[in-house]
């Protein structure tokens, strides 16, 4: 698998604190689409995830994602402590959907899409975010650090014949909260 290490000041990249990403949270995840990345290194494994948030949570800046259990990125998730949200440009659409309906476990999706994994060094975030994986084609990545996760329980579901339709395998999602470490953004 080809991955490239991203030095702390260059490759058209440049940090900027949480506030600064650009552009509502809406249409970035909602409309726009997200590959949620995890693991370290050769084994890491990413998602296409139109599902996520952006907000403030014990008093930090953190970033909001969801994960089936039947999705090979949960295994990688629950055992890094890092996690990426990688945004693309309309021109990456076929690659995101590629990746949103074929698993890791069957094939590379970074080579069968043509994206080049990111490996963050020790420059990024302050040495925080060392070992985080992105994407050389993103527009902007957000690297975040787990603070909490929790198993949708839809017991608690308040309008369970809407959400459930949703949910018609009961494969219910794991919530990600993220402290948000640092965004970087194409320049």
């Given at each position: 698998m080809?991955?490239k290490?991203?030095?702390?000041?260059?490759?058209?990249w440049r940090?900027?604190p949480?506030?600064?990403?650009?552009?509502?949270?809406?249409?970035r995840?909602?409309?726009g689409?997200?590959?949620i990345?995890?693991g370290a290194g050769?084994?890491?494994?990413?998602m296409?995830?139109?599902?996520?948030?952006?907000?403030v949570?014990?008093?930090k800046?953190v970033?909001?994602?969801f994960?089936?259990?039947?999705?090979?990125?949960?295994?990688?998730a629950?055992?890094s402590e890092l996690?990426?949200?990688?945004?693309?440009?309309?021109?990456r659409?076929d690659a995101l959907n590629f990746?949103?309906?074929?698993?890791g476990?069957d094939c590379d999706?970074?080579?069968k899409t043509?994206?080049?994994?990111?490996?963050?060094?020790?420059?990024?975030?302050?040495?925080?975010?060392a070992?985080a994986i992105?994407?050389?084609?993103?527009c902007d990545?957000i690297?975040c650090r787990?603070?909490?996760?929790?198993d949708?329980?839809?017991?608690?579901?308040?309008?369970?014949p809407?959400?459930?339709?949703v949910?018609n395998?009961?494969?219910?999602?794991?919530m990600?909260?993220?402290?948000?470490?640092?965004?970087l953004?194409r320049?």
């Amino acid at each position: 698998m080809k991955q490239k290490q991203l030095s702390p000041a260059g490759d058209n990249w440049r940090e900027l604190p949480p506030r600064d990403f650009k552009g509502s949270p809406f249409d970035r995840i909602g409309s726009g689409w997200m590959l949620i990345t995890a693991g370290a290194g050769g084994d890491w494994n990413t998602m296409t995830a139109s599902w996520g948030g952006l907000g403030v949570l014990w008093r930090k800046d953190v970033a909001f994602a969801f994960i089936r259990p039947s999705r090979r990125t949960f295994e990688f998730a629950n055992g890094s402590e890092l996690f990426t949200l990688s945004f693309f440009d309309e021109s990456r659409r076929d690659a995101l959907n590629f990746i949103g309906s074929n698993s890791g476990r069957d094939c590379d999706k970074a080579a069968k899409t043509g994206l080049t994994p990111l490996v963050f060094g020790s420059g990024i975030a302050g040495g925080r975010g060392a070992g985080a994986i992105g994407f050389e084609e993103a527009c902007d990545i957000i690297v975040c650090r787990k603070l909490y996760t929790h198993d949708i329980d839809p017991r608690q579901f308040l309008d369970a014949p809407l959400i459930e339709k949703v949910y018609n395998d009961k494969d219910y999602h794991r919530m990600y909260i993220g402290e948000i470490l640092t965004v970087l953004a194409r320049q």
